[in-house]
C-alpha cells in the first residue's frame, strides 16, 4: 500500500509539472480592445407627420430604462450578439432622449432580451404602426440592443404604418 500511495504521489507531481509547463510555455491573451468605446451616431426619429428629432448623439452600450419595460442592458451583449459591450441604436435613443429631455417608452421582450420601442415624443403606433430602426438606411436584423454601432453611421427610428 505504500508503494502504491509513492506512486500516485509520484503520477501527480509528474502530470502537474507536465500541465504547469504547458502554460507556461502558452502564448499570453491579447487585451481586449475596448468595444464600447462611445461613437457619435446621426439619429433622426421620423413620426407620422415629420421629424420628431434630428441630431448627432454620442453613445454607447449602456442600462436603459422605460416606464413599460424597466431596466435592462442594452449594449449588445442582448441574446448573444457580440461577445463584448457595443454602442446600440435603442442605447443611441435613450441618450437622444435624456440630453435633449424627450422621452420615449418600450416594452421589455425576455424571449428577445430587448426593448421594443412603443413610444417617442408621444407618439406611438398603437395597434395600426410601429417604430422600425434602419442603420444607413438598412433595417437592422436584429433588435436595437443587439445591432453594433459605428462612428458616423446613420440611425433612424421611423413610425411605419402596417
Not at 49 to 58: M, T, Y
Not at 68 to 91: E, I, M, Q, W, Y
Not at 120 to 131: D, T
Request: proline residues 5%.
Amino acid at each position: 500500500m505504500l508503494l502504491s500511495t509513492t506512486r500516485r504521489a509520484a503520477v501527480t507531481t509528474a502530470a502537474l509539472s507536465l500541465a504547469l509547463t504547458g502554460l507556461a510555455a502558452a502564448p499570453t491573451a491579447q487585451a481586449t480592445p475596448n468595444t464600447n468605446a462611445p461613437v457619435t451616431v446621426r439619429l433622426t426619429v421620423q413620426g407620422p407627420n415629420g421629424a420628431l428629432f434630428q441630431g448627432k448623439i454620442r453613445t454607447k452600450g449602456h442600462e436603459v430604462t422605460t416606464a413599460s419595460g424597466g431596466t435592462h442592458r442594452c449594449d449588445g451583449t442582448n441574446n448573444g450578439a457580440h461577445l463584448s459591450k457595443v454602442p446600440t441604436p435603442t442605447a443611441a435613443l435613450d441618450d437622444a432622449a435624456r440630453k435633449h429631455h424627450f422621452t420615449w417608452d418600450g416594452t421589455w421582450y425576455a424571449a428577445f432580451d430587448d426593448f421594443s420601442v412603443d413610444t417617442i415624443k408621444n407618439v406611438s403606433g398603437g395597434g395600426s404602426a410601429y417604430w422600425s430602426i434602419a442603420v444607413n438606411g438598412t433595417p437592422t436584423p436584429v433588435g436595437g440592443c443587439q445591432f453594433k454601432l459605428n462612428t458616423g453611421d446613420r440611425v433612424s427610428f421611423t413610425w411605419t404604418s402596417f
